[in-house]
């Protein structure tokens, strides 16, 4: 609903049954990620504080880069086979 906005609505539309796929809408039906739903859908700031958090974790991440690694085409398949 705010494609060019980055905020909070996403939770927010969770919580009113308008997740686009079922894995969407299963982060409200499971009560694991359910709290987290409700948090970030309440508190736009969480939400900000705990992206930038994760963010931060996967920038450290071994990103393979020249011959160790691929762009791949296809998210699903590798480009070549390697042996």
Do not use: I
Not at 18 to 44: C, I, M, W
Request: glycine share 8%; proline share 4%; with cysteine.
């Amino acid at each position: 609903m705010t494609p060019g906005k980055f905020d909070n609505l996403y939770y927010q539309n969770l919580l009113r049954g308008l997740g686009l796929l079922a894995s969407d809408q299963a982060l409200v039906a499971h009560p694991r990620t359910k709290p987290f739903v409700e948090l970030y859908a309440a508190n736009q700031t969480a939400f900000f504080r705990d992206f930038a958090h994760a963010m931060e974790k996967v920038s450290v991440l071994g990103v393979k880069t020249g011959r160790k690694g691929e762009v791949r085409r296809r998210c699903d398949a590798f480009n070549t086979l390697s042996t």
